[in-house]
């Protein structure tokens, strides 16, 4: 299994864009309902550019609840506090889980990309482009 080469952050750091300091934000879904607060990003450790939302679904008292994690391709921050995507509430609620963002691989990756039927982002070629 070959590890992530992702890096997490927990706190609206400066090293982010001031778009992407959204850690504390709330997602909502296609229906304005709120899916879950966004613990965290998983960001490219040179850029800092984030592939994921981290949120943790359900959970209850001293129990740890399902952590997932949520394509940049799929939301956009509106406003002070929200964060929206297009997905239903349900759908996000059932995408593949992690245990843990530290040992993330590259194979959990592609099946957590494969949900939300997107192409992993390290096997993108940039197209020639005749200017």
């Given at each position: 299994m070959t590890p992530s080469p992702l890096k997490y952050i927990n706190d609206n750091i400066y090293s982010l864009?001031?778009?992407?300091?959204?850690?504390?934000?709330y997602?909502?879904?296609?229906?304005?309902?709120?899916?879950?607060?966004?613990?965290?990003l998983m960001v490219d450790p040179e850029s800092y550019s984030p592939?994921?939302?981290v949120l943790t679904i359900?959970?209850?008292?001293?129990?740890?609840?399902?952590i997932i994690l949520f394509p940049r391709d799929h939301y956009e921050s509106l406003e002070l506090g929200k964060v929206k995507t297009s997905w239903r509430r349900d759908s996000i609620q059932q995408s593949p889980s992690i245990n843990d963002v530290q040992s993330l691989t590259m194979e959990r990756e592609q099946?957590?990309?494969?949900?939300?039927?997107?192409?992993?982002?390290?096997?993108?070629t940039e197209t020639n482009i005749i200017p």
């Open positions: 864009y001031p778009e992407h300091r959204i850690v504390g934000f997602l909502y879904d296609i229906h304005d309902e709120m899916v879950g607060r966004i613990q965290g592939r994921y939302l359900g959970g209850f008292l001293f129990t740890d609840g399902k099946v957590i990309l494969g949900y939300y039927d997107l192409e992993p982002y390290w096997d993108i």
